[in-house]
């Protein structure tokens, strides 16, 4: 059903970590694309995920970081730890500037971990179902849909196939909008033709790095809008000051000042999660964490409403 779309930096790696239960009993399977060298946070990832009785797929060739073009250490990382592992699948990244004999070299090479396959760019779409052989139900495809039209999803009708839309908008944080859509794929998707969707979730599809001093600050957080059909909305609480990267703690308190007053609201549509009762106590604490873990706390309250959702639509 929904698969979110990871790069695994630290901070994402723990944000899966700590919430492979509820991913595991919700169904959700997490699609990873290792950016870095250091392959201990992703092994720690997929080890939760396993107990946890869930499911992910790891990206073999990622497109960007440190193991872009030199996807060996995660092969051999799936063969020796994960290879009696059902849950945790192999990902292959269909690249623009991929060969049609590479993907098929890829597929064979990856065939003990369950093989999907991540349409990003490919474009001899029906070459590889000639290839493949008539697309199953066990067999799962997802689409970039920035990538993917209509013509190529068709050319594997009859599989599971999932939709990958980018929701977040990024830019800079002091240009956000207080309030904007995020997406309705949540709800749409079977109007879509298709078995399950993905997002990016409020870190987007957009790769950095990331880095220098943070001029303003802003928090993200989703929810669902039920007086909009049920469309998924995103709030972004910024902070006062923009104009010097001086004083973080300061501006993270601004921005949680601005979260509070709308959570408290009389008509505030935010989901109460674990996440948000976190933000509560370092509201309450006048403490500022970081920003990877704000990073963190946002998509944990991300996938825990989309748990909440399907939880009700059941």
Partial sequence: MYHPYFRGKQYELITIREMASILGIAGFRPIIEPVREDLIGLEKALHAVV???????????????????????????????????????????????????EVLAQYKEHAPHSPVLIHAGFGEAKALTE????????????????????????????????????????MRNKDYDRLEPFSDLHATFEEEGMNGFGDFLIVGDEYSEEGGPAYAIAIHLTFIDPDQDNLM?????????????????????????????????????????????????LHEQAHFPGLGYVKKLSMSHHIETMADYFKKAI
């Fill in 51 to 101: 107990h946890a009785g869930g499911k992910a797929i790891v990206i073999v060739n990622p497109h960007h970081g440190d193991l872009s073009g030199a996807g060996e250490p995660l092969t051999e990382l799936l063969k020796h730890n994960f290879l009696d592992t059902p849950g945790i699948s192999a990902g292959i990244l269909l690249k623009q500037n991929m060969t049609l004999e």
């Fill in 131 to 170: 290839e493949l052989g008539k697309p199953k139900k066990n067999h799962t495809h997802i689409f970039f849909e920035d990538f993917c039209g209509k013509l190529y999803q068709r050319h594997f009708s009859g599989a599971n196939r999932i939709l990958l839309r980018d929701g977040f908008k990024r």
């Fill in 233 to 281: 909305q995103i709030y972004h609480f910024k902070s006062q000051r923009t104009d010097t990267p001086k004083d973080p703690a300061g501006k993270f308190a601004e921005a949680l000042a601005v979260m509070m007053k709308t959570l408290d609201g009389p008509n505030s549509k935010v989901l109460e999660t674990d996440a948000v009762k976190e933000f509560r106590a």
